[in-house]
């Protein structure tokens, strides 16, 4: 099975506010009529066909051939999987940040991206963090923020979770 995008899933993930999560639309994007199902397992873990079956069954992707959707469909029907624990890590929060800020075309958020870049401990980038989504509502919509605070709390490392998010400040 080599899923591909439908007309439906080129207009979402062109528009950004989409009512995707990141995971639907990093699969979205990889599901290019190229890959079988097997690659997309190891690109997206295993849960990769109960995904690709629920972005199938929204509308979002075709199978390549008639045989391909209910065999989606039974490999994704059995009881859900447990959930995942992803792997948080500093490094991964910082560069998501960074690009937020480079993808922003404000100079406060270049200022912003400069002072991040520069850190190299991790205080001052929990510091760098909290400053750029201190500053992040006035550069972009609310819903934007909200967007990237969510996807924060799926990667910073659980101790630094609540001085990021809460703004509460580090002491030197």
């Known amino acids: 099975m080599h899923p ?19 995971r639907q639309r990093r699969a979205l994007i990889l599901c290019d009529g190229k890959r079988s199902l ?8 295993t849960d990769a066909p109960a995904l ?10 075709d199978a390549d051939d008639a045989v391909a959707a209910p065999l989606v469909a039974t490999v994704a029907t059995p009881a859900p999987a447990p959930a995942v624990e992803r792997r948080r890590s500093m490094v991964a929060a910082r560069i998501y940040v960074l690009d937020i800020l480079a993808l922003q ?3 406060t958020a270049a200022q912003l991206h ?21 500053h992040l ?19 910073l490392p659980e101790v630094h979770l609540a001085a990021v998010l809460d703004g509460a400040p580090l002491s030197a």
């Open 114 to 134: 400069r002072v991040l870049q520069a850190t190299r401990e991790e205080e001052d980038t929990i510091n760098a963090l909290q400053l750029a989504l201190a």
């Open 137 to 155: 509502p006035a550069i972009t919509s609310d819903g934007y923020t909200q967007r990237v605070r969510g996807r924060l709390q799926e990667v």
């Open 38 to 45: 097997a690659e997309l397992s190891v690109l997206l873990g």
């Open 52 to 61: 690709i079956s629920q972005l199938q069954r929204s509308g979002y992707l």
């Open 4 to 22: 591909r995008k439908t007309e439906l899933a080129h207009t979402v993930l062109q528009a950004h506010r989409a009512p995707l999560d990141l």
């Open 105 to 107: 075309r404000n100079p």
